[in-house]
C-alpha cells in the first residue's frame, strides 16, 4: 500500500467518523422535547412535527431539512431549544418543490425562542427570493416571554414573520397554514395572513388571548375552544377555511390545495440539458480532502465528484491559479463555479503561491468571472476552502485591497443564484469575497469539515495570548511560561469551539451541515428553487477600483 492510498484511507476514516458524529446528533435533536413529550402528544391524537411533515410529502421525493442545528448548545439555562423548536425543509407536495415549516409542540409547547424568530425568517426569505409555496404547521404557544426583549420589537424579531406574510402574498407566493394545537397572541395573524387556513378540530385553537389572559383582563370564563376552536372560526367568527376530524385529513387537504397550484409561465431562465453522472464516485470525496486542514489537495479532484462528468471546462486556468473558475453543469443545471485551489502552484514567472490564498491575479480572475456569469445568466457556485487574502508589504504595495475590493464588488453586486459550499477552512475576508452567508447566497451549506472565522485558530489563539500578556505586563504583573502555555491552550479550545461548523449552524451562519456525498442533490435543489424566480434585475456593479 503506498502512501498515497495511505493517506487516502486516513482521509477516509476521518470524515466517515465526522458524519457519525452528525448523524447522532441528528438524532437527538429529531427528538425535540424527548420521548415524554413526544408520548403526551400521542395521547392527545397528535403527530410530531417530523411525522407531519412526512406523511406530507410525496413518496419518495427529496426532502432537505434546514436549520436543523439552530440553537445547538445555546440556552442551556432555559432548558436548550432543539432545532430553535422548528422543524423545516425544502421539499416537494403533489410535485410542486415548497418550503415547510413545522412548530414543535414538544419543544416549550412550540414556544418562539429569539432563535426560532431568525429560523422562520430565514425560511421565509428562501420562499421570497425562490418564489416557493409555503406550507406552515401551526402548533405553538407563542413567544418564549422569559426573553420576550429578544424576539419581540427589533426589525428581524417576531413581527418580520407578519409583514414577510403580507409581503409574500402581494407576490403572489401562495401560503397555506395548517392549525394542528394553540396559535396564540401575535402569532394568531400567521394563519390568517396565510392564503388558506386549516384547523383540526379539538387541538388547534387561534386566538389573541388565551383564556387566562382573557379572565385577567376582562373577567370572562371561556374554554379554549368557545374562544378559538375550530367550530368558532369555521362556523362563527369565519376566520379559518375548513375544520378536519383528525390531523391526517387535514394534511390530504393541503396536498389537494398544492396539487392545484399553477406552474411557472415559460421555460427556465437558467439553462438545463439532460443530467449525466460526475466522472468519479461522489464516495471518493471522503478520501480527497485531507484529515489535516493544513494539508493541501487539488480542488479539481473535489469538482469532478460533484458536476455532470466531462462538464467542467475552466476559464483563465494559467492564470490566478489560487482560484479556480470554470464553466459546469450539475443535473444538468449550467452553473459557474468559483472555488479556492488548496495545492501550492506555480506562476509563469516562477513565483510560488500558496493554496487556499486569494491574490491579486485570483481576486482579478475571479471578479471577471462573476461578472460574465451575470452577462449570461447562469448561477454561481462557490466551494470555500480560503484561509484570505495574501499578506505583507509586497502584495499590499500590489494592491491587494483594490483586488480583493473588485471581487467582493462582484459578488455583492452579482444578480444570478449563488449557492455557497463550505468545505473546510472559511476565514476573513475571505468569507466574503466567497460568498459568506452575508453576500446573500440562496442557499449556504457546511461539511463537517468547515471552519469559520475570522482567523485560523493557532493565529487567532497566539494574537489574543499577546494582547492578554500584554495587559498583565501592563499591570506590573509577570506571567511564567507555563501559565502561559496554560492560558494559550484554554484560548485555543474556546476559539477552536467558535469555528466549528456546530456553532455555526446554530446560528444559522450556515442553513445546514451535509454529508459531502449529497453536495450535488443539494445544489441541484437549490438551483431548482431558484428557477420558480423568472425574475431577474439588471446587472451593475457601480464603481470598480482599478
Known sequence: MNAETLDFNKNEDAMRQALGQLRQRLEKIALGGGKKAIEKQREKNKLTPHERIRYLLDEASSFIELGAFAGYEMYEDQGGCPAGGTVAGLGYVSGRQCIILANDQTVKAGAWFPITGKKNLRLQEIAMENHLPVIYLVDSAGVFLPMQDEIFPDKEHFGRIFRNNARMSAMGITQIAAVFGPCVAGGAYLPIMSDETLMVEGNGSIFLAGPYLVKAAIGEDVDAE???????????????????????????????????????????????????????????????????????????????????????????????????????????????????????????????????????????????????????????????????????????????IKDGAKMVNAVANSVVPKITIIIGNSYGAGNYAMCGKAYDPRFIYAWPTARIAVMGGDQAAKTLLQIQVGALKAKGQDIDPAEEKKLLEEIKGRYDRQTSPYYAAARLWVDAIIDPVNTRRVIAEGLNAAAHNRELPEFRTGVFQV
Open 226 to 400: 368557545t374562544l378559538g376552536g375550530a367550530v368558532t372560526h369555521t362556523e362563527i367568527s369565519g376566520i379559518a377555511d375548513y375544520k378536519f376530524n383528525t390531523e391526517k385529513e387535514c394534511l390530504d387537504q393541503v396536498k389537494h390545495i398544492l396539487s392545484r397550484l399553477g406552474h411557472p409561465a415559460g421555460t427556465p431562465i437558467y439553462d438545463r440539458i439532460q443530467p449525466t453522472p460526475p466522472q468519479y464516485p461522489a464516495e471518493e470525496l471522503y478520501g480527497i480532502l485531507p484529515a489535516d486542514a493544513t494539508r493541501s489537495y487539488d480542488m479539481v479532484d473535489i469538482i469532478k465528484r460533484i458536476v455532470d462528468g466531462g462538464s467542467f471546462e475552466p476559464f483563465k486556468e494559467d492564470y490566478g491559479k489560487t482560484i479556480l473558475c470554470g464553466y459546469a453543469r450539475i443535473e444538468g443545471w449550467a452553473v459557474g463555479i468559483v472555488a479556492n485551489q488548496r495545492k501550492m502552484v506555480k506562476t509563469k514567472k516562477g513565483e510560488m503561491q500558496m493554496g487556499g490564498v486569494i491574490y491579486n491575479d485570483s481576486a482579478d480572475k475571479a471578479a471577471r468571472f462573476i461578472m460574465n456569469c451575470n452577462q449570461k445568466k447562469i448561477p454561481l457556485v462557490f466551494l470555500q476552502d480560503v484561509t484570505g487574502f495574501m499578506v505583507g508589504s509586497r502584495s499590499e504595495q500590489a494592491g491587494i
